[in-house]
């Protein structure tokens, strides 16, 4: 199966989210971990195929998708078959209502 070329965005917030939490999980646990987690994020984007290949968010609804990876949750929206933009992470440990802060539904 050849692997279609797929552009991933990074939303300023998420980018600032990836940071918070790398240097969380520094402080609390250890460097090998917190760089263990940002990986293993970084590495779930990089390995999606095509825009439709996760399901939508079971909170916010369509038109965005999500992926879970450990505790975090990458929401995206598919802005064209080859392009994703990456809106948020988030920690599926805390009240997932705060996810809806930001997003406004139609």
């Given at each position: 199966?050849?692997k279609?070329?797929?552009?991933?965005v990074?939303?300023?917030?998420?980018?600032k989210?990836i940071?918070?939490?790398?240097?969380?999980n520094?402080?609390v646990?250890?460097?090998?971990?917190?760089?263990?987690?940002r990986?293993?994020?970084?590495?779930?984007?990089?390995?999606?195929?095509?825009a439709?290949?996760?399901?939508?968010?079971?909170?916010i609804?369509?038109?965005?998708r999500?992926?879970?990876?450990?505790?975090?949750?990458i929401?995206?929206?598919?802005?064209k078959?080859t392009?994703?933009?990456?809106?948020?992470?988030?920690?599926?440990?805390?009240?997932?209502?705060?996810?809806m802060?930001?997003?406004?539904?139609?």
């Amino acid at each position: 199966m050849k692997k279609r070329f797929l552009k991933v965005v990074w939303d300023v917030y998420a980018k600032k989210v990836i940071k918070n939490i790398y240097h969380f999980n520094k402080e609390v646990f250890s460097i090998d971990f917190a760089t263990k987690v940002r990986a293993e994020i970084l590495q779930s984007v990089s390995d999606t195929i095509y825009a439709e290949q996760w399901s939508y968010d079971n909170i916010i609804g369509k038109p965005y998708r999500r992926i879970v990876v450990g505790y975090y949750k990458i929401v995206y929206l598919q802005k064209k078959d080859t392009l994703i933009y990456i809106l948020r992470v988030f920690d599926n440990r805390k009240d997932p209502m705060k996810l809806m802060d930001g997003f406004k539904q139609k």
